[in-house]
């Protein structure tokens, strides 16, 4: 006899529904897309008016904003990572079968080759 997981329902209110959905890495998204958006449009005034942009400002600001979106990236890589080989080990606790293709990836997530 398998235990078969116990999923509770719980209404949300719509600011719960918009909190919820507004996470860490959404905002920052937003707010670096609206900062490159404004500070291209201040270096396409700024070349207008004067015939040349800062270029050492430009390539700093868009590689900061690139190494910041890179981190956020590796981040929720790895943070999905985990949550799907928690979520393994749990269904094997529980003692329900994985796939094969689930056990595959199993073995190959947790690097242990001589397990078969």
Known sequence: MNPKRIIK?????EDEK???SLKTMNIVLIVIGIYLFLFTGCMIYL???TG???DTLVTCVFGACTGELGVMGWIKSTKDKYIK????LEDIA????PK????DDFIEDTGDENNE
Not at 85 to 88: D, N
Not at 94 to 97: A, D, Q, R
Not at 100 to 103: D, E, F, G, Y
Request: net charge positive; hydrophobic share 35%; no cysteine.
């Open 18 to 20: 918009i909190r919820k």
């Open 52 to 54: 040349g942009i800062p």
């Open 100 to 103: 094969p293709a689930q056990l």
């Open 85 to 88: 080989r928690a979520e393994k």
């Open 9 to 13: 329902s719980k209404t949300l209110t």
């Open 94 to 97: 529980l003692g329900l079968k």
């Open 47 to 49: 070349y207008i008016k």
